[in-house]
């Protein structure tokens, strides 16, 4: 088990620290329980007065590296019905970054883990009927993936 420590960053630049941290098997499952409890998180902003779109989760792992950023504003993106999304993937064998419809989520020293964290945001998307893409890019290639929405979607359906 490795431990994740889950900040919250406001857009002002203040940051909530977690001083205790979070034990999780590896960071796809650290997603999938930040992108939950985001759902709660941002009832406390909004009974707090607080536009929670100003906030976002940042997970870092036990040697300090922030591993991915849930941005709230991507999370309420992302919970309309008809909303898609653009993964971006960008790497060499420095690392690689992950964006979603632009904005920065996080970086992996391992293209594998980055696709792994990238396709488990896709299937969440696409049990919801929301559909994505994704586009991995290096110094050689530009790879561009259909979520299984993006393909069953009707002829002419605007999706980006």
């Given at each position: ?142 790879e561009k993936h259909l979520c299984r929405c993006f393909k069953e979607a009707p002829s ?5």
């Amino acid at each position: 088990m490795s431990r994740f420590y889950l900040h919250i960053r406001g857009k002002d630049g203040g940051m909530s620290y977690d001083d205790l941290g979070l034990d999780y098997p590896d960071v796809e499952t650290a997603w999938r329980a930040v992108a939950r409890a985001a759902q709660d998180l941002r009832h406390v902003f909004a009974a707090r007065g607080h536009d929670p779109r100003d906030y976002a989760i940042e997970v870092e792992n036990d040697t300090g590296e922030v591993v991915f950023r849930l941005p709230f504003s991507e999370h309420l993106r992302s919970s309309l019905l008809q909303s898609h999304a653009t993964y971006k993937l960008v790497g060499s064998h420095l690392g690689w970054l992950i964006y979603c419809n632009a904005e920065f989520v996080g970086g992996f020293a391992q293209r594998s883990s980055a696709e792994s964290l990238v396709w488990e945001m896709v299937e969440t998307r696409c049990a919801e009927h929301k559909a994505s893409q994704v586009l991995i890019e290096n110094e050689l290639v530009c790879e561009k993936h259909l979520c299984r929405c993006f393909k069953e979607a009707p002829s002419g359906t605007l999706l980006s």
